[in-house]
């Protein structure tokens, strides 16, 4: 007996009108990303592991998806390795190659190794499929596309203005108006830390505080405990974290003021003693003074909290949260990130970038009916119904002519009842059928059935072409 097919945990299919819902996300995203000057690139789904391990903390490598060398892969490693069954001692050995877990890396490496051939500041927008060997659950998937805009060889905060302005159109254009968008800046996070006398230990911090929504504050406390973080100070840095500012504040004002006063001592000390954090909330109120230039009514909430896990992030951060609807999870994010391309040898090339989650974006649009109900499954506007094999061949001579004209159309290819063929077409949402059989042959005018209204009119061909290109 043969096995029953399945799919890989964290993976889907999708059929006929799931692509075109996708299809409808990716293009309106991309119009977007166009209008703002971002020009198309894609990159391989295979990466050099050299490339992709290192660039996203501990946590990161351990989700990379690894591929087994070609052949015999165990040729190389010792007997006294393999009993070990520690796969970290042998890894390199057995997997030269990685599936991308982002788009980001892979596009630094992009700009290295294409330095030459382009023009900077560079502005790029990306639109493929990443992997993680995360756990699967709703919302997060081991397979899913990302939606990048990214630029590269440029230090100014215009660009993130540009980006925020990004997210808020195309999410209008989607029909997604209850979201909220995240802003921090690592530099205050690298801020607080030094002024707990830990400045080398950010990235611990941020892995763990990255984890906030899903764990809870105080989970994250202990884990940060355990890492050897001091309870005390933890204690105090919480409640300055917790301090969120909404987007009327944020886009009014030019000093570090914050909605709940409880922490605005603490804030104020913050602000006076460390450099850092300074350069962070000053970047934060230029970036929102320059949105409120542009008459920007986006949702912004300033959030100490967010920490954005990934570790090559060092300036402004991102997140987007949808909060309508069961889902309320991420739907976008990013920041800036001002050392990742001299990993690869390109020092001093600033850059910063988003990306739209299209899975997630797809879960929520879905949940919440924001689909256009004109999207169907096919791109067929007329399909030939007829009743035997003399009139498909006349219908056959018909049909170029519509397609000449781009006219999407095709031939039922089976001699059944024209009943069945019309329950086709029906199924389809395919709006017109031609009907052709002895009569139409004879005098040129066939049948033509709107499938939406019921009405139908003999027409010639020619006719027929004119009235669909209305």
Sequence with gaps: MSNKPSLPKGTRDFGPIEVAKRKYILNTIETVFKKYGFMPIETPTMENLS?????YGDEGDQLLFKILNSGDFLKDVKDEELITHNSKLITSQI???GLRYDLTVPFARYVVMHQNEITFPFKRYQMQP??????PQKGRYRE???CDADVVGSDSLLNEVDLIQIYDEAFVKLGIKNYELRINNRKILQGIVEEIGAPER?????????KIDKIGKDEVIEELIDKGFDKLKLNGIFDIL????????????TKPRFIYNISLLQISDYYKSSKMFKEGVDELYKIGNSLLAVNSSINIKMDLSLARGLSYYT???FEVVSTEGSLKSSIGGGGRYDNLTGIFGLPNVSGVGI???????YDVMDELNLFPPTITSTHTKVLFCCFDSASQQYALSCLKKLRDENIASEIYPDLKKIGKQLDYANALQIPYACIIGDNEMQSGKLVLKNLQSGTQQELSIDEIIILLHR
């Design 51 to 55: 490339t992709l391990q290192g660039k």
């Design 95 to 97: 997997s030269e190659k």
């Design 130 to 135: 990443v992997w993680r060997a995360d756990r």
């Design 144 to 146: 899913f596309w990302q």
């Design 202 to 210: 950010l990235i611990d911090f941020t892995i763990s505080l990255d």
């Design 242 to 253: 917790f301090v969120q500012e909404d987007s009327t504040i944020f886009l009014s004002s």
């Design 315 to 317: 300036g402004c951060i």
């Design 355 to 361: 990306s739209f989650g299209l899975d997630r974006i």
